[in-house]
């Protein structure tokens, strides 16, 4: 079946630092999204993307669709600590969300 | 904005007992769905419902079943509860791809 590989699986982080973690599949998607997830909370929609190179910025977070239609990327511009969580993407071949297939999260701490 | 509502926060049941979780969203979303997160597993889907009295299998439905009475509600049942389904359990709606997620149960089958 599908599978979302998501790295990395956790990054320690100074506040200001940018921050930059990926997604790839092992088989074509026409949609990507990137989810957070604060301590305690559930998943939050951050940015959608429905186009191959398609480029999206939502504040201080940018994603990309990758072009292979594989691969999609999350960065985030000087880092503060509220963006301490976990980041999920998620993909699908499809428009309905029972598709979806999440990765498996990179976890964003602040070095103290 | 959209508001997924799930009843408990935290649940602590024991080994064999039947277990409830309530989910309830505002958005006359027609598709509900159940998750587990586990760590380093990500989401992973249990079941779904696309409509009223209607469900579908995810892709761990073993040791659960689902209710969906009504539009606005959908239930998540585990039978005879086991310590392997101590997780935290999502419930989401979604308009189209995009899912919106309630603050999840954390549950621990002692």
């Known amino acids: 079946g599908q599978q979302l590989n998501q790295s990395p699986q956790s990054m320690f982080i100074q506040e200001g630092e940018d921050v930059s973690m990926n997604c790839t599949s092992s088989?074509?998607?026409?949609?990507w999204l990137w989810y957070k997830q604060d301590p305690g909370e559930g998943p939050v929609l951050l940015i959608a993307?429905?186009?191959?190179?398609e480029l999206t910025s939502n504040g201080r977070l940018t994603a990309q669709f990758g072009i292979t239609r594989k691969d999609s990327f999350l960065n985030i511009s000087a880092s503060i600590p509220s963006d301490v969580g976990i980041y999920f993407c998620?993909?699908?071949?499809?428009?309905?969300?029972?598709?979806?297939?999440f990765g498996s999260g990179t976890r964003l701490s602040i070095r103290p | 904005d959209v508001k997924v509502t799930q009843s408990s926060r935290y649940l602590v049941k024991r080994t064999g007992e039947k277990v409830f979780l309530e989910c309830v969203q505002d958005m006359d979303h027609e598709n509900m769905f159940w998750y587990r997160q586990d760590p380093g597993l990500g989401l992973r889907l249990i079941y779904f419902s696309y409509d009223v009295k209607m469900k579908e299998k995810g892709d761990i439905p073993e040791g659960y079943s689902v209710s969906r009475e009504k539009k606005e509600r959908f239930s998540l049942i585990l039978e005879s509860a086991s310590t392997n389904q101590t997780s935290m359990y999502l419930c989401a709606s979604s308009y189209r791809e995009k899912l919106f997620f309630g603050s999840g149960t954390q549950l621990s089958v002692l």
């Open positions: 998620a993909g699908s071949a499809y428009s309905s969300a029972s598709k979806i297939i």
């Open positions: 993307l429905y186009k191959a190179g």
């Open positions: 088989s074509i998607f026409n949609t």
